[in-house]
């Protein structure tokens, strides 16, 4: 008979029960739980069975903690009869489902269950571990399944020029309690010369073998470590399709590879810095070198040594680097396709997928002859140089975009990452609410960037929704979901009061959309008309800069060290807080996503931020204070309104929300409620 999933109510004793006395016969597993805790669980919505012949065969049961965006699973239990039928698969794969607007599913299980494989089969990451209550003082295991928000929305891109994952033998180098042969090579990654070059990066399979180290104070040591490199969670199916692929040539072109769980290993850690977007992997390992050439030819993964990456940064550093602050006083110009001149850009457009330059010269000149009128833009650096090509159309409340091509060029990534919030922004003043990328091979940079911005597959193609609401969560689902169902997917659920973290990653997703009643605070900061008009062009500058990329979407803004209850993230409204004498203009011009706040010396932070341009290091050094410390705020997709809103009337509305006012606020960074953040945001955006 047929598996049925069923989520528990309250008032269905007789299912209840029966998981009741299903986890009564493991009570010494899952340990002892009384019935009230089951109908609890039950009341919150965090019981789910597995039903087959009128008989409970396997439950979950979990928590949804009001506080925190994890989903916390208490029990995973199923008849001893019944294992092996993937049947706790189907439970977490369910949970996942009814609350994909979490960001993970958390678990604890001892150690010596030996259960790392059922875990690990499920999708989840060793995540910590704590000394248990009993009186043998157990050690309990955490696991961590993530349910793909950062896959999907958070950047992949660093502050440094390069990232680099790692592997268990170079990060031991680094952190471990033992002293190893060598250690030295790895050890210079860390150089002080270093710091502002290169990142390095953690994957799951990392975790797995700390998870591993048998000394128990050296485990601790390592884990404790792992907040210092950046967490990578790339899809596990994803990585799983890339290990075999990776172990199937690995067997073709080194048959003298011994086939053992150290291979799989190493194909796992290629996979795992494929699947997250880079292209660095440092290793001291022999065998993982070895598989040096089919790691580039199967995941386009350069596996190397510490020495190579100290040695030749800023060679490897062109796969992923992302300078904005290069985009500055350069003279990008747009110009139109001219008929005819379609074979030329062949040359200048790298081809992929079996789209041969004369099949994509076809299709640029089969937009002429279309019933629609597509725009074809071309964009020139200063040099004349064709850089990236882009065409559209507006279909209803569809922004259509047949060619997206950026070409091979210092500056690609960051090109590539400033046309896809410009076709947004595009999208949103021409009323669009979808975008549909239809090239069939769009610059694989762009493509990469695009999962960040929350594109995502349907039909083949890449799709964004665009939801202009400031609002309730109710009401940016009400829109998201509309939209959602045209396209035949399913749209996040969303609810009031949700965490900072979960709001941020929909914010960038569905652009320009603003959860109003989420947990993301607003903060205004006032600006100084001189960074006012370096940053965002407002007030105009004397002489025209180019509009044509509009503004970097990544930039820092520098104030004293004095905190006034910053948190990350955030948005910001942008208020220039001086003007001439007699001319109201002082105003909100602005609003923006704050990533990152950090406070250091002026010498370190410019160090770090440097390439976002803008703040040169004697200006850094002025916004410091008395402590000698400046606190640099790196902020990202500004917005600049229509119509700016004046002091007089920003001061109106918050009269008209009953909030208490003064010209103290206007004075240095201050927190403001959301609902003042909607009004000033509204107003901004008013057409009449």
């Not at 977007?277 to 580039?296: C, E, F, I, K, Y």
């Not at 940064?313 to 500055?328: K, S």
């Not at 009031?496 to 205004?524: C, N, Q, T, Y």
């Not at 229509?642 to 006012?661: C, I, M, Q």
Request: with cysteine.
């Amino acid at each position: 008979m047929a598996i049925k999933l069923l989520p528990v109510a309250p008032a269905q004793n007789e299912l209840i029960d029966k998981a009741i006395a299903l986890g009564d016969r493991y009570t010494k597993t899952l340990g002892l739980l009384t019935p009230p805790a089951y109908r609890k669980a039950a009341e919150d919505g965090g019981l789910l069975v597995a039903v087959e012949a009128d008989a409970v065969i396997r439950y979950a049961l979990f928590g949804l903690p009001k506080r925190s965006a994890h989903i916390r699973l208490a029990h995973l239990c199923v008849a001893e009869e019944q294992r092996g039928r993937g049947i706790a698969r189907q439970l977490v794969e369910e949970i996942k489902k009814r609350h994909p607007q979490r960001l993970g599913i958390k678990a604890k299980c001892r150690r010596d269950y030996d259960l790392s494989d059922m875990w690990t089969s499920l999708g989840f990451v060793p995540h910590g571990e704590v000394r248990g209550r009993g009186r043998d003082g157990e050690i309990l295991d955490g696991w961590w399944l993530d349910l793909g928000h950062p896959d999907l929305f958070t950047e992949v891109e660093s502050d440094a020029l390069l990232v680099v994952t790692v592997d268990h033998g170079v990060f031991a180098d680094l952190r471990g309690l033992t002293e190893t042969t060598d250690a030295e090579e790895s050890r210079a990654l860390e150089a002080g010369w270093m710091t502002d070059l290169v990142e390095l990066a953690y994957t799951p399979q990392l975790v797995h073998q700390i998870r591993d180290v048998p000394d128990t104070a050296d485990r601790q040591h390592q884990r404790a470590a792992l907040p210092g490199l950046r967490q990578l969670t790339p899809d596990a199916a994803a990585v799983a399709e890339r290990t075999d692929e990776l172990l199937s040539a690995a067997a073709e072109s080194l048959p003298d590879l011994p086939d053992s769980g150290e291979l799989r290993r190493c194909a796992q850690y290629v996979a795992e810095t494929s699947c997250a977007g880079l292209q660095v992997l440092a290793t001291r390992n022999p065998l993982l070198s070895r598989m040096a050439d089919v790691a580039w030819e199967v995941a386009r993964v350069r596996v190397v040594s510490p020495a190579t990456v100290t040695l030749h940064v800023d060679e490897l550093r062109q796969a992923q680097v992302y300078r904005p602050a290069d985009l500055l006083g350069t003279d990008f110009r747009s110009t139109e396709v001219s008929l005819g001149a379609e074979d030329e850009l062949v040359a200048f457009f790298n081809q992929s997928g079996g789209d041969d330059g004369s099949a994509f010269a076809e299709r640029l000149r089969s937009l002429n002859a279309d019933t629609v009128v597509w725009r074809r833009q071309l964009l020139r650096d200063g040099e004349g140089r064709p850089v990236a090509l882009y065409a559209w159309a507006l279909d209803g409340r569809t922004l259509i975009v047949p060619v997206l091509r950026t070409a091979d060029h210092a500056l690609e990534e960051t090109l590539a990452r400033q046309l896809l919030f410009l076709l947004k922004r595009l999208g949103r003043d021409c009323g669009a609410e979808i975008i549909r990328i239809t090239d069939p091979h769009p610059s694989a940079v762009a493509r990469a960037a695009a999962g960040d911005d929350g594109f995502f597959e349907h039909d083949g193609r890449l799709v964004a929704l665009l939801v202009n609401v400031c609002g309730t969560a109710a009401e940016v689902e009400a829109v998201a979901g509309g939209l959602a169902r045209e396209l035949t997917v399913e749209a996040a659920a969303l609810h009031e009061s949700m965490p900072a973290v979960v709001a941020a990653v929909v914010e960038r997703a569905w652009w320009p959309a603003k959860v109003i009643d989420s947990g993301l605070p607003s903060f205004l900061v006032p600006i100084k008309p001189r960074w006012s008009t370096e940053l965002f062009n407002v007030p105009a500058m004397l002489l025209p800069r180019s509009q044509v990329l509009g503004i970097s979407r990544e930039h820092v803004y520098y104030r004293s060290s004095g905190r006034r209850g910053e948190s990350v993230p955030a948005r910001l409204l942008w208020y220039v807080s001086e003007g001439p004498a007699g001319v109201e203009s002082q105003m909100v011009v602005g609003s923006s996503r704050l990533d990152e706040v950090l406070i250091d010396t002026p010498d370190a932070l410019f160090s770090k931020f440097e390439h976002l341009g803008v703040y040169g290091r004697a200006e850094v050094q002025e916004a410091a204070d008395a402590s000698g410390h400046a606190m640099a705020m790196r902020f990202s997709d500004t917005e600049i309104f229509p119509r700016s809103v004046t002091l007089r009337r920003l001061t109106s509305l918050a009269r008209e929300l009953g909030l208490p006012w003064s010209s103290n606020s206007l004075i240095s960074l201050s927190k403001i409620s959301n609902e003042l953040f909607q009004a000033v945001y509204q107003e901004g955006h008013r057409k009449t």
